[in-house]
């Protein structure tokens, strides 16, 4: 099982939809959880770490369920430029290292 | 200017080459990491450093070696490249202390032919 598991997609929503990306990880003892952006051939960007009590940062939400190990981003009223890749990052507990995802691709269309 | 910068930005090689990636950062953050990406892989660590000489293997470690010489700046070498280890790479850094996200630069695009 991979520490870090999303659904590739690609997600193709119409402007304006509501879409969810969900995140499962296998490390109990995980602390930490980020969800990046990666647009195509460029770096991953970090767009929002993700709380235990959820958290919202203008369209987006990100929701942590420690008990089925489980992270969701939520993208309303979706803009075509939010097309680009989304990495579930997880702490697996040793330091500060970080094990991704390889990525859900979500594809905005007018 | 990039907070993380990385040079070259796109290299292409031959099989045996010895090769160097470098990356230097802005931000004062103590720890630094590689990473290569490959299609469908997503990810990977290769290597990385707490703090100045401090070095450590990440998954991938095999087939390459890092300097830690300034707080600033962290290359990575390929000492015979070979063709699987083309790749994009990244750099990255972050702050002390457990939970920190991680900031990347630019990426290097590298071929070996």
């Known amino acids: 099982r991979k520490e870090v598991e999303q659904d590739p997609g690609p997600f193709n929503v119409p402007e304006g939809a509501t879409v969810a990306f969900n995140c499962t990880y296998s490390?109990?003892?995980?602390?930490?959880f980020f969800w990046y952006r990666q647009d195509c051939r460029k770096e991953p960007k970090l767009l929002m770490s993700v709380y235990s009590s959820g958290n919202e940062d203008g369209r987006f939400t990100a929701q942590l369920n420690r008990a089925s190990q489980y992270i969701s981003l939520l993208i309303r009223d979706s803009k075509l430029s939010d097309s680009a890749t989304y990495l579930c990052?997880?702490?697996?507990?040793?330091?500060?290292?970080?094990?991704f995802g390889t990525g859900t691709r979500l594809q905005v269309t007018l | 200017d990039a907070d993380v910068t990385q040079t070259p930005r796109n290299r292409i090689t031959k099989t045996g080459k010895r090769i160097m990636l470098e990356c230097s950062q802005t931000?004062?953050?103590?720890?630094m990491y590689w990473y290569r990406q490959d299609p469908g892989l997503g990810l990977r660590l290769i290597y990385y450093?707490?703090?100045?000489?401090?070095?450590n293997k990440g998954e991938i470690s095999d087939g390459y070696s890092v300097s830690r010489q300034a707080q600033a700046k962290f290359s990575l070498s390929l000492e015979s490249a070979i063709p699987n280890q083309t790749a994009l790479y990244f750099c990255?850094?972050?702050?002390?202390?457990?939970?920190?996200?991680?900031?990347f630069g630019d990426g290097t695009r590298l071929s070996i032919l």
């Open positions: 990255a850094t972050s702050d002390s202390g457990g939970g920190q996200p991680q900031h």
């Open positions: 931000k004062g953050h103590d720890r």
């Open positions: 490390n109990s003892a995980s602390q930490s």
């Open positions: 990052v997880v702490n697996t507990g040793t330091a500060s290292k970080l094990t």
């Open positions: 450093s707490f703090d100045v000489k401090d070095i």
